[in-house]
């Protein structure tokens, strides 16, 4: 009996071999990030479940919401458990978030300065099977910590999200997948995001999102075109170059009464 060719075995094993210049395919469970553009740069085409995905930001909250809401609002329908947000900078905006598909009966907001308070009730969550989604701010997280925070999200197959200033891209991380998030200087509509590590070739190009949803951006418009009828309407003149140099502050109604860091909205006039 014969042996079989060499360029068999090479054929059959090549077809489970990622190689390091193609995107790789997820190796478990992924959620749509609700965005086209980063989905097609994503290994699997969403956020790994069960793994970690760190966020580096300039600051603390910026365009977390934005990005994650889409698939926070997807684990809750499938899991049914909270979302649970350890070291949240500022209390979320509860109308904001179930008008986006975040219902606010989901949310569970964990308080602490303490970093070590921080990591112990972000684990403590991950072990909790009733838990949807982790997002936690870690600013002064250490590698150890951060790998010991990835094992409890695969043992539990939990969407862990950890934010973390720009400046520990320079360092080492267990995470999966590592973003770095930032405004766009030349346009402040877009949100960019860089890829910073993932399954796949360096991404050359930053993915470009908006920073606004189309409901905020229709709500935009609206109020920009009720204004300038209105200056019509009394005949004054709109001088040129008003538009990005004057606001109008629109007051959302404060969610159960507290500080709120999302319920003022300033809209370009």
Request: aromatic fraction near 4%; charged fraction near 20%; glycine fraction near 8%.
């Amino acid at each position: 009996m014969g042996l079989p060719f060499l360029d068999s075995f090479s054929a059959a094993a090549g077809r489970g071999v990622w190689h390091a210049d193609e995107l790789g395919l997820a190796d478990a469970q992924v959620v749509a990030t609700g965005h086209a553009a980063l989905d097609a740069e994503l290994p699997g085409g969403g956020w790994p479940v069960g793994a970690m995905t760190e966020l580096l930001q300039g600051t603390p909250e910026a365009h977390v919401w934005r990005l994650l809401l889409p698939a926070l609002g997807q684990a809750v329908q499938a899991r049914g458990g909270p979302v649970v947000l350890i070291g949240a900078p500022y209390e979320p905006c509860g109308p904001s978030l179930a008008a986006q598909g975040l219902p606010v009966e989901a949310l569970m907001w964990v308080r602490s300065e303490a970093a070590s308070a921080r990591l112990w009730a972000c684990e403590q969550a991950l072990r909790c099977a009733d838990v949807a989604a982790v997002l936690a701010w870690l600013p002064q997280a250490r590698v150890g910590e951060l790998r010991r925070l990835q094992l409890a999200a695969a043992q539990h197959e939990v969407l862990l999200f950890v934010c973390r200033p720009e400046s520990a891209a320079q360092g080492a991380s267990p995470a999966r997948l590592r973003l770095q998030v930032e405004s766009c200087e030349a346009d402040s509509s877009q949100i960019e995001l860089r890829i910073l590590k993932r399954r796949g070739p360096p991404l050359a190009a930053p993915v470009m999102l908006p920073a606004r949803n189309e409901r905020m951006a229709a709500l935009l418009a609206a109020a920009r075109l009720r204004r300038k009828l209105r200056l019509q309407q009394q005949g004054t003149a709109v001088p040129m170059g008003e538009a990005s140099s004057s606001a109008t502050v629109v007051r959302i109604d404060v969610w159960k009464g507290g500080p709120n860091a999302l319920d003022r909205i300033a809209v370009v006039a």
